[in-house]
Structure formats: structure tokens, C-alpha cells
């Protein structure tokens, strides 16, 4: 006797629903049953996501994403300093960056980070599209490396800061160091010698 399964649209579900970051296998199925359990959870959901896919697109110049027909709100905003570039990973990052009100020029989105290990190369990334805008901005002040500070963020890092440094354009990286409220006792050694190097005069 074949051991009992769920039907074939659930297991295809389960795969799908596995397939997204940070979601396992139990992960996969607990949300399965969650959607299955009660009517009326499958459809919203399956709604917003047709909504997604058919009215989101990522800004052809920074990268976040924009509904089909509207222009860039990051792009298009005039009260934004027009003389800074901070280069992101992800369009999660211009939201944390944002969110905290240190920043406001314009972003850039790469769309990921370099690493060889997983195929990712640099004509995987926007940078072709991020040199084009540096060209095109002719009272560009600054570049701002805000990238991951682990091993592909770094390589990623030096990487721009060589095509960058081709274009006679000032590029910085973003201050690495303690944590707000943190202390000496649960910093590890390369977090103490970044605080240390970066330090600044108060």
C-alpha cells in the first residue's frame, strides 16, 4: 500500500511555498494548512499577487519599485539632494534607510551582491546601469557604498569603488562599528577594529 500523501496540488503548493527565502519544509507545510484550513484565505492572496506581478516594476534609473504608470518617487522628487548616490543591495534597504532619517539623495538598487560562489558576477548586477547615471549626473558629488560588511559585501565594495574611481567620482562607504547601545563586551574582534578605525573627533 503507497504511503498516504497530500493530493498533488497541495505538494505542488508546498514546493512553491518552500521555494521562498527563510520558509522549510514544516515551515512550507504549517502555511499550506494555514491557507487550506479556513475559505476566504486563498483568493486575497492570490489576488495581491496577481496585482504584484502585473502593476510592479523596478525604476529603470534607481531600482525600487514603482506601480506601471506612475513615475519614481525617489527619482522625481526635487527636494532630494541631487549631488548623492547611496548604492544598495536590495529595495529593502532604501526603506531602512529611509525609515531612519539619515539620508535623502537619491539610491541606487544593484539588485543583489558579487559572489563567484553562487554565479553572481558583476554583469549580473546593475552596475552597468549605476555608471550610466554617474556619467549622467554632471553635479554628482558623492557615491555611497551602503553594502552588507561580510565577505561578498566587501568584495562587492571594492569592486565598485575600482569602476567608480575610473570616473573621477568621490566614493565612501558607510561607517562600520559598535552598535547603537551595544558595548565592548559582545562586539567580536573585527567589529572592535572597524570602531577603532573609524572613530571620529567629538
Same mark, same amino acid.
Given at each position: !500500500?503507497?504511503?498516504?500523501?497530500?493530493?498533488?496540488?497541495?505538494?505542488?503548493?508546498?514546493?512553491?511555498?518552500?521555494?521562498?527565502?527563510?520558509?522549510?519544509?514544516?515551515?512550507?507545510?504549517?502555511? !499550506?494548512?494555514?491557507?487550506?484550513?479556513?475559505?476566504?484565505?486563498?483568493?486575497?492572496? !492570490?489576488?495581491? &499577487?496577481?496585482?504584484?506581478?502585473?502593476?510592479?516594476?523596478?525604476?529603470?534609473?534607481?531600482?525600487?519599485?514603482?506601480?506601471?504608470?506612475?513615475?519614481?518617487?525617489?527619482?522625481?522628487?526635487?527636494?532630494?539632494?541631487?549631488?548623492?548616490?547611496?548604492? *544598495?543591495?536590495?529595495?529593502?534597504?532604501?526603506?531602512?534607510?529611509?525609515?531612519?532619517?539619515?539620508?535623502?539623495?537619491?539610491?541606487?538598487?544593484?539588485?543583489?551582491?558579487?559572489?563567484?560562489?553562487?554565479?553572481?558576477?558583476?554583469?549580473?548586477?546593475?552596475?552597468?546601469?549605476?555608471?550610466?547615471? *554617474?556619467?549622467?549626473?554632471?553635479?554628482?558629488?558623492?557615491?555611497? &557604498?551602503?553594502?552588507?560588511?561580510? *565577505?561578498?559585501?566587501?568584495?562587492?565594495?571594492?569592486?565598485?569603488?575600482?569602476?567608480?574611481? *575610473?570616473?573621477?567620482?568621490?566614493?565612501?562607504?558607510?561607517?562600520?562599528?559598535?552598535?547603537?547601545?551595544?558595548?565592548?563586551?559582545?562586539?567580536?574582534?573585527?567589529?572592535?577594529?572597524?570602531?577603532?578605525?573609524?572613530?571620529?573627533?567629538?
Amino acid at each position: !500500500m503507497p504511503a498516504l500523501d497530500y493530493p498533488p496540488p497541495l505538494r505542488r503548493l508546498i514546493a512553491q511555498l518552500k521555494s521562498l527565502p527563510g520558509l522549510g519544509p514544516r515551515s512550507a507545510e504549517r502555511l !499550506m494548512l494555514w491557507l487550506m484550513q479556513e475559505a476566504g484565505r486563498v483568493e486575497p492572496l !492570490m489576488d495581491a &499577487l496577481g496585482s504584484a506581478s502585473s502593476r510592479i516594476h523596478a525604476c529603470d534609473d534607481c531600482g525600487f519599485f514603482i506601480e506601471a504608470g506612475e513615475e519614481c518617487a525617489l527619482c522625481h522628487d526635487p527636494k532630494r539632494q541631487q549631488t548623492l548616490i547611496c548604492v *544598495v543591495e536590495q529595495a529593502a534597504d532604501v526603506l531602512k534607510l529611509e525609515r531612519s532619517g539619515a539620508y535623502n539623495g537619491l539610491y541606487h538598487v544593484l539588485g543583489g551582491r558579487l559572489s563567484p560562489l553562487d554565479n553572481v558576477m558583476p554583469e549580473d548586477l546593475r552596475i552597468e546601469a549605476l555608471i550610466r547615471r *554617474v556619467k549622467a549626473l554632471p553635479n554628482l558629488d558623492e557615491v555611497i &557604498l551602503a553594502v552588507g560588511a561580510d *565577505v561578498e559585501g566587501e568584495a562587492t565594495a571594492s569592486y565598485l569603488g575600482d569602476v567608480l574611481r *575610473v570616473e573621477n567620482v568621490q566614493v565612501s562607504r558607510l561607517a562600520q562599528g559598535l552598535p547603537a547601545g551595544g558595548g565592548l563586551d559582545h562586539a567580536d574582534e573585527l567589529t572592535l577594529y572597524q570602531a577603532v578605525s573609524g572613530r571620529r573627533t567629538i
